[in-house]
């Protein structure tokens, strides 16, 4: 299989150091294996993306010498394509109208833990007060919030598997199993769709991966653990699974990862102070 992967920033906020390591990596990766390097905006939330961040990605990118394929794919332009994987897990019984908010999410989930909430990497573990206590029958609802029933997933899938090619938070590397049983505790019925957005980032990633061959995932460890609910999906949507390499994360000096927000880490204030690309990726630790 020809090696592809992808760097699929948000435009909701500028790049900063870390996404200067994993856009590179990926590209490296991609490089040694002749294989390619494919560009994606993940910009299905509309509410906080910018035309303006968007053209500061295509900006920063070019400037640290890194090169895709044309067209870019834009999330925004594919409801449709996410409209019909939707509709094929509805079809399975998989899916469930949800209205909880927030609040009605943290207050049902602390109850039996006194006071404490189980998280899992789609945050609070959802406690299940909208799950049906069968599939839904009719057509799926239009502009409405769709959670992924995992019991009866468990149904066609007992347990999911990928390859890692890096490293987990936890050392995980080689073959990783997760059983569902185990999801249904530590993960719960994740959102696949939300209100007023028609998709999510789980459903959209999975989908789009799939279109576009992605043959290795090239992530931070951040998402490590997000990794087996796209698996689980990739199976139930009758999709190849690719490999996954998850690197490390990019700190402050404290210690604490780099966000959006931490505009002193952003790329474009080292454009802008006279630094260069070959500098900032050096002290990343690559060789150039």
Not at 208 to 230: C, K
């Amino acid at each position: 299989m020809t090696f592809r992967t992808r760097f699929a920033p948000s435009p909701t906020g500028p790049l900063h150091l870390g996404h200067a390591y994993s856009a590179w990596l990926g590209f490296e990766r991609a490089r040694a294996q002749g294989g390619t390097f494919l560009l994606r905006i993940e910009d299905i939330d509309q509410s906080r993306a910018r035309d303006a961040w968007e053209t500061q990605i295509y900006d920063d990118l070019r400037w640290l010498g890194l090169t895709w394929p044309e067209p870019v794919i834009r999330q925004s332009d594919r409801l449709p394509v996410y409209n019909a994987a939707l509709d094929t897990l509805w079809d399975q019984g998989l899916l469930y109208v949800c209205t909880c908010n927030r609040r009605d999410i943290m207050e049902a989930a602390s109850a039996p833990q006194d006071g404490i909430a189980a998280t899992g990497p789609d945050g609070i573990v959802y406690p299940g007060t909208c799950r049906p206590s069968a599939p839904p029958i009719g057509p799926r609802p239009k502009d409405a919030s769709l959670r992924l029933n995992l019991r009866e997933a468990a149904k066609h899938v007992q347990h999911v598997t990928f390859e890692e090619t890096g490293t987990g938070p936890r050392g995980e590397t080689g073959r990783v199993t997760k059983t569902l049983q185990n999801m249904i505790t530590d993960v719960g019925d994740v959102v696949l769709a939300r209100k007023n957005m028609g998709t999510s980032y789980h459903l959209s990633v999975v989908v789009d991966d799939a279109e576009q061959q992605i043959s290795e995932v090239v992530r931070g460890q951040d998402l490590f653990d997000a990794t087996e609910i796209h698996v689980l999906l990739q199976n139930l949507l009758g999709q190849a699974t690719p490999r996954f390499h998850h690197h490390r994360l990019i700190r402050d000096q404290a210690g604490k990862r780099l966000a959006k927000r931490d505009d002193a880490r952003a790329l474009a204030t080292y454009r802008s102070t006279g630094d260069t690309a070959e500098n900032i990726l050096r002290w990343l630790g690559f060789e150039i």
